[in-house]
């Protein structure tokens, strides 16, 4: 897989609903341009996934930084936000 920094990624309540957001950027350092790269973000309350969401970020050149933003429609940030123990964000794929 090229070499991708996935950082500043952070998960929160919508400012318009009551919607988890998640935010991050992603820089290429593959030394290719790419067309999409999909970074996959999994929310746990403690050892158990609540969310497995894909955000696809278009147009990523070599050596450039782009931000992330995905709203997760299935749940309410009142209902599990305050639960949420960790995440894991990777690159999954990239063409």
């Known amino acids: 897989m090229p070499r991708f920094d996935v950082s500043h990624v952070s998960y929160g309540k919508s400012e318009q ?4 957001v998640i ?3 992603i820089t290429n350092l ?5 067309t ?3 970074v996959r973000v999994v929310l746990f309350i403690k050892n158990f996934p609540i969310a497995n969401i894909v955000i696809v970020v278009n147009g990523l050149p070599n050596d450039s930084t ?11 940030y009142e209902k599990v936000g305050k639960d949420i123990t960790r995440f894991e964000a990777y690159v999954e794929s990239a063409y």
């Open 36 to 38: 999409a790269v999909a």
């Open 30 to 34: 593959s030394g290719r341009n790419y």
């Open 66 to 76: 782009r931000t992330f933003e995905k709203y997760v429609e299935e749940l309410e």
């Open 17 to 20: 609903n009551n919607q988890i």
């Open 23 to 25: 935010r991050g950027e």
